[in-house]
Each structure stands twice: as C-alpha cells, then as structure tokens.
C-alpha cells in the first residue's frame, strides 16, 4: 500500500508565494512520474506540473513562468514552489505519483487527499 499526502497550503495575499510538498510511502519499487493538480467547485481538474523520474518539467500554460515543480528521490517528495500568486490561483491542489509496487512490479497510481490554498486580492 502506497501513501500520499500533500502539505503547505494555506491563505496567502496576491503576489505573495507559498511552497506545497506531497509525500509518497510505502512498498514501492520505485517512482516514474509525480504530478501536482488543482481544482475548484464547477470546474475541471487542471494538471499544473508534472515531473517525469528523470527530472523532466511540463507545466500548464496558467502556472508557466510562476510554479516551480521538484522533487527529492531520496525523500519520494515532489514541490510545487509558486510565486506571484492570484486569486485565480485559488483551489484544492493535489498530487499523484507513478510507482512501480511489488510483487508484480504493476505501475499504479495513487492519489492524495489535497491541500487547500487560498490568495486574497
């Protein structure tokens, strides 16, 4: 069983920055990709960033220039560093990762629960 959970959210004032982490634990063999996601009420889940295991970068064209996605390997952690933040950037932001999990070495996806972030005008 693979875990994941997101942290670092909260209320911040437009233009400020805030840094988010997800955690992934549990048996796995290993991680291929981690990926940050954001939605609000009424609207479709958006991909914000993804990075592949070998440390490639995509980000949605909303986020591009202003989030910065990481990730520590030794830690299974993924960061999504994001700066010049607007009311816009409002909702529940959540991350997957693609782990590679015993016994079958299956490639599964798991979900966290999300963190909610904020920005006032």
């Known amino acids: 069983q693979v875990h994941v959970v997101e942290s670092g959210g909260g209320l911040v004032q437009a233009g400020g920055s805030l840094l988010l982490s997800c955690v992934a634990s549990?048996?796995?063999?290993?991680?291929?990709?981690m990926n940050w996601y954001r939605q609000t009420p009424g609207k479709e889940r958006e991909l914000v960033a993804s990075?592949?295991?070998?440390?490639?970068?995509t980000y949605s064209d909303s986020v591009r220039g202003r989030f910065t996605i990481s990730r520590d390997n030794n830690k299974n952690t993924v960061f999504l560093q994001m700066s010049s933040l607007q009311p816009d950037d409002s909702a529940m932001y959540s991350c997957?990762?693609?782990?590679?999990?015993?016994?079958?070495?299956?490639?599964?996806?798991?979900w966290g629960q999300g963190t909610q972030v904020t920005v006032s005008s």
């Open positions: 549990g048996n796995m063999f290993s991680i291929n990709s």
């Open positions: 997957d990762v693609v782990a590679v999990v015993p016994p079958n070495w299956d490639t599964v996806r798991y």
């Open positions: 990075i592949s295991g070998g440390g490639d970068t």
